[in-house]
């Protein structure tokens, strides 16, 4: 078992409550079937926290997490909803000092999570995908003790696709960045179109005018898709495009 999973196992022994962080803008993409299992399993309460809530609408959002309870909406870059997480937590562990963890995909948002709820930059955060390294205590205030861990994927999962697509792999470290902005076009085009100013309905043509537009052009001048489907990889997993 690699060492990181050693680690998740520890931290879920250790708490009562795990808050499972998930994307906004892919909330069910970015849901851990396998974690959620194993806490259901070992009777732990679950909550669920969806973060990056500013990147979509609100609307859309409350229809997609209609399922998931107790759920949080929060914007650990706005401080949105940390002040009514707190009180979730507290609710959930009826007023007693409780050890909370945080667990999710790489890259999803725990440690930006975690420096929000503590109001420091206690977390270490990088935009680059699994920064975080073993399991770190953070102490939120008197009540409430975090247990941050390494982001995970499910043990069979390989789907390169998707995770580009949510971030879970750097947009500098996927091996073939047009095959996974093609499918990002196909679910995200309208946003997509809007941000770049490209109006296209077929996604390689797109992205080839988006790769025209932002001169990513090969040495013979014809579109560079890599290198513009990187851009914008980039630009999606840094919350740029919402």
């Keep these: 078992m690699p060492s990181f999973w050693r680690h998740v196992n520890k931290v879920l022994k250790e708490a009562s409550i795990v808050i499972e962080v998930l994307d906004a803008r892919s909330i069910e993409d970015t849901r851990h079937i396998e974690i959620e299992n194993k806490i259901e399993g070992m009777g732990k309460k679950i909550l669920y926290v969806i973060t990056k809530c500013d990147l979509v609408n609100l609307r859309d ?18 401080k949105h909803g940390t002040t009514i997480l707190k009180k979730k937590i507290l609710e959930l562990s009826k007023g007693e000092s409780v050890t909370v963890a945080v667990v999710g995909y790489p890259n999803v948002g725990k440690s930006s999570l975690i420096n929000a709820l503590s109001g420091r930059g206690a977390a270490r955060t990088s935009s680059e995908s699994g920064y975080t390294k073993g399991m770190q205590k953070i102490k939120v205030d008197n009540k409430i003790m975090v247990l941050d861990t390494p982001g995970v994927y499910p043990h069979r999962e390989k789907d390169m696709v998707k995770h580009g697509k949510i971030g879970a792999i750097d947009y500098s470290k996927i091996k073939d960045p047009e095959l996974v902005v093609l499918k990002l076009i196909e679910e995200k085009k309208n946003l997509i179109m809007k941000y770049y100013e490209v109006f296209e309905q077929d996604p390689e043509l797109l992205l080839e005018k988006i790769a025209i537009k932002k001169k990513r052009l090969s040495k013979g001048g014809g579109p560079d898709l890599e290198s513009a489907s990187r851009l914008i990889l980039k630009d999606w997993q840094t919350g740029k495009i919402k």
């Design 61 to 78: 959002l409350k229809k997609g997490m209609k399922h998931l309870k107790p759920a949080v909406f929060i914007s650990s870059k706005e």
